[in-house]
């Protein structure tokens, strides 16, 4: 049997011997032998986050490491698949396949299919087409219930705005968001207290899928300029030979300011 590390690294084929091999009982990795589809599933999801913050550092470098993690996911849930005879890394392979053929008859169908405009919403049309081919599904099946909380609420109420269940207005989500924060403000049962908090969340979905604006992506931005901001307070403190710990709320909070007048200067400047 050939080692895979006397293999070419930049072949498909040399990723899955890999995984086969690790996969192997007797001789190949004890940790990969104890997995199975739902421990490797976080990991699935935790290399798609990766990739997108390499995408939203602007970092391809990092962007080519990460797509790489996120293809050994797809490679290892196949190898676990083909163990217990599901289905092959080949036949995962032949149906993107067949579904990208299938879904742009204007690229790959013929002549007619080809000249023809795309009609607005075929795409959804044809999801929809598949979805329903073994019977009648619901409005909302369909939308994953692995992806994030808040981009499925906004997946959810996209679906549901679809058939025209849908506020007429942006103006009646911010009252809804209002009402919930009073709802919120009322209770003080923790039980309680949490459905109300999901209720604000969920309008917060609604107002950003109105505003065209991705709530996860929002939400990552407002992380990445807290740390920012923070690790300014932390400089400017560590400078002074001090540190977060031994100062004031009042103290941070002047250098969180200044970390904030520096960054609308600098945005200033560069625009």
Not at 87 to 116: L, T, W, Y
Not at 123 to 135: D, F, L, Q, V
Not at 229 to 258: C, K, N, V, Y
């Amino acid at each position: 049997m050939t080692n895979p590390a006397d293999l070419d690294p930049r072949q498909l084929a040399t990723l899955r011997a890999i995984m086969k091999a690790l996969r192997t009982p007797g001789t190949g990795c004890p940790w990969d032998l104890e997995q199975d589809f739902s421990t490797i599933a976080p990991y699935t999801i935790e290399e798609a986050y990766e990739v997108a913050d390499a995408i939203t550092r602007g970092d391809k470098a990092d962007l080519c490491e990460e797509l790489g993690d996120l293809l050994l996911q797809v490679v290892y849930h196949a190898q676990l698949a083909a163990e217990e005879k599901s289905f092959s890394f080949d036949d995962v392979v032949e149906a993107i396949c067949r579904k990208m053929i299938r879904r742009h008859p204007h690229v790959f169908g013929d002549e007619e299919a080809r000249s023809a405009k795309l009609a607005k919403g075929f795409w959804e049309e044809m999801k929809a087409r598949e979805k329903t081919a073994g019977g009648p599904k619901g409005v909302l099946d369909g939308v994953p219930v692995g992806l994030p909380a808040m981009t499925r609420a906004v997946k959810l109420q996209a679906k549901a705005a679809k058939v025209g269940f849908d506020w007429p207005s942006i103006d009646f989500v911010y009252d809804k968001m209002n009402e919930e924060i009073a709802e919120l403000k009322q209770e003080t049962a923790r039980d309680a207290q949490e459905a109300e908090y999901g209720d604000l969340l969920f309008a917060m979905a609604n107002l950003g899928r109105h505003l065209d604006i991705d709530p996860e992506a929002a939400l990552r931005a407002a992380n990445e300029k807290f740390l920012r901001r923070f690790r300014h307070i932390e400089q400017e403190l560590a400078g002074r030979g001090s540190s977060p710990g031994q100062s004031t709320l009042e103290e941070m909070d002047a250098l969180w300011d200044d970390a904030k007048r520096i960054e609308r200067e600098r945005d200033h400047s560069a625009a």
